[in-house]
């Protein structure tokens, strides 16, 4: 008895220990769903580095059938066992079971159940009764991927041929008709994926294995997203240089473009090189979100924008980079714009040109007018060409000097002084000019009318000498002339009429005794009605206004017309202390000094005199002339 027990045990430990050898990797996660009529393909995960070492160990894989425990083998158009495969090519619902797979290698043996599900389809339906979930995206190209791969796969390892089909709901769709596009790696491509595009979409495989010809289907539900964006596009700024005025204000707007369904997840930010700008308004470069709107021509979109605001550009800002970036899951494009200091503008420019021109020709006008005397004197010493000569004009003088001959009374001593010494001295002697001095150079005995019209008429100037009462000593009855009695005031310009006037004393220098106020007259009368005769007035002492006032009308035209030369404004400074050194100097060392300055031809009074005389053309000459006129001159005042 205890010996038929100890039997029984021992057999029961081997049983035990016969099974327990098989490590058990229990049920597979991962279950095989199938429609009765198609294939299916259960997978042993055991042959794995995890379980054991595959490549060097040698191994053998059978399969049990759930229902009778048999190991299962080949059976014609039913079952392909391969590898670590198992392949049920027409599966009944009946089939539906764990199946188990052991791997035994020559040391260990491992087992697992593998799970098949077999479900009718859904009445009325196309399509497995489960499906697997994908999104596509609107508007843009969705692509459907077959879960087959792994037949896929190991089809290809067996080099077995397949092909695969796609239907929507019932119906094939065809490859590359309208929308869709078959790819490799079971894939549809859907061209700009519509709203109606969502449903089941089902993937057939079919394939030959075993001499038999089988086929397995997936169902996608498909559905449609309709929220999308794609990679943003910068418009602005364009990667351009911006000329730019320093100190003014500038803002760059960063315009970017996402074509997009739905809220775009982008954020967009300035940057220098140094690092990115803050919408911090208080810092004088700060960012400003601008403006933002949508599109739905030609492409659906959002437009954004963000300000770069300078509120003042400095120096610091030029030959900068600064560039937009638009951050998206898409990619970051990117732009950027350079501040460039402005051209000195073309406007500034002419502006400048016509300033200085202006500049420079008023410049030269008011130059020209403090130095006129001097440039035109020296302009016609230089260019004694472009004067005629008026040697040949018929007139016998430079110029006729009318003075007021009131001897014996203050201011007269100095008159004298000036027309018969200074005068003759510095016009004659030294300039050349021939000039007729009432007094000096009237033949005795000639009338006075006629000695002063011929001779006035002999001339090519007359210098018209006052002092500040040389005109207005005829209202308080003291005339020009030295005699009350020579008084021909009342001449009326025209020389005709002085007949009665020919009383004339004919005492000492003839002449002298004339009267100024007819030559005035006859010279007023020749320089305005027949312009022949040009008048230079010669200013021997500041004239008040009050003075002015009681000149002849015409005196006081001609005046404020041509101004006069000031004898007096030579003198008022300078000379009073020069006279004396000059006095001074001639009294111990006579005619070798220069002349003293109011008798320098180069003074200022005397320059101006010049200017007004004549001009001598290009042939006269000076010595001779000069010389022969002294000795007239020296002999007719004798
Ligand atoms: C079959 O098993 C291998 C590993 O052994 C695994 O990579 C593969 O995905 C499995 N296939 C299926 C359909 O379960
Ligand atoms: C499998 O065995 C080979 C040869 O012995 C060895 O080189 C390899 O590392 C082993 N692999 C693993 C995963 O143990
Ligand atoms: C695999 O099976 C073959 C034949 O059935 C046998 O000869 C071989 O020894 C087996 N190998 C292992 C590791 O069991
Ligand atoms: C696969 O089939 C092609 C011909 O269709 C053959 O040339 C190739 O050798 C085969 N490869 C295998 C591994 O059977
Ligand atoms: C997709 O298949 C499911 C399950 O069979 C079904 O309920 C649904 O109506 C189908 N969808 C369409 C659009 O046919
Ligand atoms: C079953 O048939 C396939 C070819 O169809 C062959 O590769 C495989 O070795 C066979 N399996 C057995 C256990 O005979
Ligand atoms: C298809 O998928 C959508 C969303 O993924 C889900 O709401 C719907 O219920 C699914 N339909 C079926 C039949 O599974
Ligand atoms: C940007 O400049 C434009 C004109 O150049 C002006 O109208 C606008 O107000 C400025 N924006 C900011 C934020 O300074
Ligand atoms: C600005 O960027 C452009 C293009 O990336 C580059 O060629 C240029 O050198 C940069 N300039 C500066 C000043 O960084
Ligand atoms: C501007 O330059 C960037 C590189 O700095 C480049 O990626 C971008 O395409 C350019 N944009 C334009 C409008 O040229």
């Known amino acids: 008895r205890y010996l038929f027990l100890g039997v029984f045990i021992l057999f029961y430990f081997i049983l035990l220990c016969s099974i327990e050898n098989c490590k058990d990797y229990k049920l597979q996660f991962e279950r095989v769903f199938s429609v009765p009529g198609e294939a299916a393909m259960l997978n042993t995960t055991l042959v794995a580095m995890d379980v054991f070492n595959f490549t060097t160990e040698p191994y053998n894989v059978t399969w049990y059938d759930p229902r009778t425990g048999q190991e299962l083998s080949n059976q014609t158009g039913r079952v392909v066992v391969r590898g670590e495969t198992l392949w049920l090519l027409s599966v009944q619902l009946e089939d539906a079971g764990e199946y188990e797979s052991i791997v035994r290698t020559p040391s260990r043996c491992y087992r697992q159940q593998t799970k098949l599900v077999v ?7 196309c399509g497995r009764p489960r499906q697997a979930g994908q999104v596509v995206t609107i508007s843009v190209n969705g692509f459907l991927s077959c879960p087959l791969k792994d037949y896929i796969s190991k089809l290809k390892d067996y080099n077995a041929s397949y092909s695969m089909k796609w239907y929507k709901g019932c119906e094939l769709i065809e490859d590359r008709r309208g929308r869709f596009t078959y790819l490799s790696m079971a894939q549809l491509k859907v061209e700009k994926v519509e709203l109606e595009d969502s449903g089941n979409y089902t993937c057939t495989l079919t394939f030959d294995l075993g001499g038999v010809t089988a086929s397995v289907s997936e169902t996608i539900n498909t559905t449609i997203k309709e929220t999308y964006y794609m990679r943003p596009i910068v418009h602005k700024p364009e990667n351009i240089t911006i000329k730019v005025e320093k100190g003014s204000r500038f803002n760059q707007s960063c315009l970017m473009f996402v074509p997009c369904v739905g809220e775009p997840s982008i954020s967009i930010s300035w940057a220098d090189k140094n690092d990115f700008i803050e919408s911090v308004p208080e810092n004088r470069v700060y960012t400003v979100d601008g403006r933002s709107w949508r599109q739905e021509s030609p492409s659906r979109g959002l437009w954004k924008e963000v300000l770069l605001v300078f509120s003042e550009v400095r120096e610091e800002d030029f030959y900068k980079n600064y560039t937009c970036m638009v951050f998206s899951a898409r990619g970051t494009p990117q732009c950027f714009f350079t501040l460039l200091p402005p051209d000195p503008q073309i406007a500034l ?49 430079d110029a006729y000097v009318a003075y007021p001959r009131q001897f014996g009374v203050g201011s007269g001593v100095e008159t004298e002084t000036f027309v018969f010494h200074m005068l003759p001295q510095v016009l004659e002697k030294t300039c050349g000019y021939k000039l007729f001095i009432t007094g000096r150079d009237c033949l005795p005995g000639q009338a006075i009318v006629n000695a002063v019209e011929e001779n006035m008429q002999a ?43 020919d009383s004339v004393d004919g005492g000492d220098g003839g002449c002298v005794n004339a009267g100024q106020q007819f030559e005035c007259e006859m010279a007023m009368y020749r320089m305005l009605l027949e312009g022949s005769l040009k008048v230079v007035l010669v200013e021997l002492e500041p004239i008040s206004p009050a003075q002015l006032a009681l000149f002849p009308e015409s005196v006081r035209h001609l005046r404020k017309r041509h101004g006069a030369v000031c004898w007096w404004k030579s003198q008022d400074r300078r000379t009073p202390r020069r006279k004396s050194e000059d006095e001074e100097k001639r009294g111990t060392r006579d005619a070798e000094l220069p002349p003293p300055p109011s008798l320098s031809p180069s003074s200022r009074f005397w320059k101006e005199m010049r200017y007004h005389m004549p001009v001598r053309g290009k042939r006269a000459m000076y010595p001779e002339k000069t010389a022969l006129l002294t000795l007239s001159h020296g002999s007719r005042i004798s």
């Open 119 to 125: 479900e009718k389809p859904p009445a009325g339906q």
């Open 349 to 397: 420019t002419i502006g400048l040109v016509l300033g200085s021109a202006t500049v420079l020709f008023i410049t030269s006008v008011v130059l020209f007018y403090l130095f006129k005397v001097d440039i035109v004197l020296c302009f016609r010493r230089t260019f004694p060409v472009f004067y005629t000569n008026t040697d040949s004009d018929g007139k016998l003088y």
């Open 459 to 501: 001339s090519r100037r007359l210098l018209l000498i006052y002092t500040a009462s040389t005109f207005t000593c005829r209202r308080q009855n003291s005339s020009f002339s030295n005699n009350n009695n020579n008084n021909i005031t009342k001449s009326d310009g025209d020389g005709g009429n002085s007949d009665g006037s």
